[in-house]
Antibody
């Protein structure tokens, strides 16, 4: 059974960084791209970017190029997203999702709250 | 970027009815391989987001046959026949034809 288990909720101070994780199981981690998606409170979904765990290659939506950094550790089948220079606009739930032509499997989401 | 517009923010239905959710795209989602790069997702509170339909009309494994994806080019539609109480959720469309991948704004299905 494919599962994407995301890390727990985070609280970050304005200007700081947080790093979220997404641990994959039930498939070969390097066979599929992993995407990250943002859902602001009461809002819709925004694609942040993807990482190819096999090669470490990444691609980002323009809006998130200076905000997010995607990495992956093949030894633990875990993908990460680091969000930097946090502002109130970064308060949201962040999802990882495994994709081919569509986002077939999703993690449960990690809530990030930016608060001083 | 490709814009997806789900006109209806909310739709109210009674159990057993049929409902259709539209997702208008700013350009055709048909690629030269003959596939539409449009998929549909269901979000229910406390549950993991679920993929329902991909390539506009193909149900993912285990999705009930009452979920039907149709439409082509710029007007994909998700229909739910014989709505069940467990279908009350948020529904999103997603295009993966061109970067950046973009989502529709979402349609909330609610009980009358």
């Amino acid at each position: 059974e494919v599962q994407l288990q995301q890390s727990g909720p985070e609280v970050g101070r304005p200007g700081s960084s947080v790093k979220l994780s997404c641990k994959a199981s039930g498939y070969t981690f390097t066979d599929y791209v992993l995407n990250w998606v943002k859902q602001s409170p009461g809002q819709g979904l925004e694609w942040i970017g993807w990482i190819d765990p096999e090669y470490g290659s990444t691609d980002y939506a323009e809006k998130f190029k200076k905000k997010a950094t995607l990495t992956a550790d093949t030894s633990s089948s875990t993908a990460y997203i680091q969000l930097s220079s946090l502002t109130s606009e970064d308060t949201a739930t962040y999802f990882c999702a495994r994709s081919w032509d569509w986002f077939a499997y999703w993690g449960q989401g990690t809530l990030v709250t930016v608060s001083s | 970027q490709i814009t997806l517009t789900q006109q209806a923010e909310s739709l109210w239905v009674s159990p057993g009815e049929k409902v259709s959710i539209t997702c208008r795209a700013s350009q055709s989602l048909l690629y030269t391989d003959g596939k539409h790069y449009l998929s549909w997702y269901q979000q229910r509170p406390g549950q993991t987001t679920k993929a329902l339909i991909y390539h506009a009309s193909i149900r993912t494994d285990g999705v009930p046959t009452r979920f039907i994806g149709s439409g082509s080019g710029t007007d994909p539609t998700l229909s739910i026949e014989d709505v069940q109480p467990e279908d009350i959720a948020l529904y999103y469309c997603l295009q993966t034809l061109k970067k950046p991948s973009t989502f529709g704004g979402g349609t909330k299905l609610e009980l009358k």
